[in-house]
């Protein structure tokens, strides 16, 4: 599985930072070969015959990048997904699978994945699938919005609170987005509408607010009491900062 020397200085650049990589595959034999060969390319490789054993490294130790496989026993590689992109939202995710069905790429990457390749497959497309990821790892991704236990992630459009993934329609994660950039200041409803919504849309809507009281409901907030999300009447909203948070 040699391959060509790597003749881009930037792609060896990331190279010899040794980068981790985790590799979640049940078929020793395969998991074997991949991380010899990954290993002659620079490198540094943890291998983990099970969805359980994925997890459990994966939440354990800081990897760059997991190869994760779907069919895997003990917990299933899309659980795995799930819950390593809720815990590490910075790690990137490559879905290495037998599973064709366009169904289950779509849901690979909906949980969370940065790409998806079905075996069998060439070695040489799997590290420059690698190096692609690698490139536009944290340097250019768009930073991880955090106030309080509030996170989101505009590149993968992935909200949390505290561990618990936010299941938000586009609007709602839009809207929620643009607060977490603006935190502690009072932003109006016509802004959310500029930001959020196309030019078209009625000025007078009732649109904000109907999606501003969706939110609080998915936060267990209240404008009555709120933690998170605070209406200023007359003006707009506000994205409560906790105490800690402010400078």
């Not at 790597?6 to 991380?35: C, F, G, H, P, Y």
Request: glycine letters at 6%; hydrophobic letters at 40%; a negative charge.
């Amino acid at each position: 599985m040699d391959g060509h020397l790597l003749s881009s200085s930037t792609i060896w650049n990331v190279v010899v930072r040794k980068m981790r990589i985790l590799i979640v595959e049940d078929e020793l034999d395969l998991a074997n070969a991949l991380a010899r060969g990954l290993r002659q390319k620079g490198y540094a490789v943890d291998i983990a015959v099970n969805g359980e054993e994925g997890w459990e490294l994966g939440e354990t130790n800081d990897y760059d990048l997991t190869i994760l496989d779907l069919n895997l026993p003990k917990l299933d590689g899309l659980e795995v997904c799930k819950r390593l992109r809720s815990s590490k939202p910075e790690m990137l995710i490559l879905m290495l699978t037998a599973r064709i069905r366009l169904e289950d790429k779509i849901v690979g990457l909906d949980l969370g994945a940065d790409d998806y390749m079905v075996k069998p497959f060439h070695f040489e497309e799997l590290t420059a699938r690698i190096r692609a990821l690698l490139r536009r790892d944290l340097r250019v991704r768009e930073p991880i919005l955090c106030t309080g236990d509030l996170k989101v992630d505009p590149a993968s459009r992935i909200a949390w609170q505290g561990k618990r993934r936010l299941e938000l329609t586009t609007k709602e994660f839009a809207i929620l987005e643009y607060l977490m950039r603006h935190p502690g200041e009072v932003v109006s409803q016509e802004e959310l509408i500029e930001h959020v919504w196309n030019e078209d849309v009625n000025l007078f809507t009732a649109s904000v607010r109907v999606h501003i009281h969706s939110l609080r409901r998915k936060f267990g907030d209240s404008a009555d009491c709120p933690q998170y999300i605070e209406t200023i009447t007359g003006i707009g909203y506000r994205l409560i900062e906790p105490e800690g948070d402010r400078p």
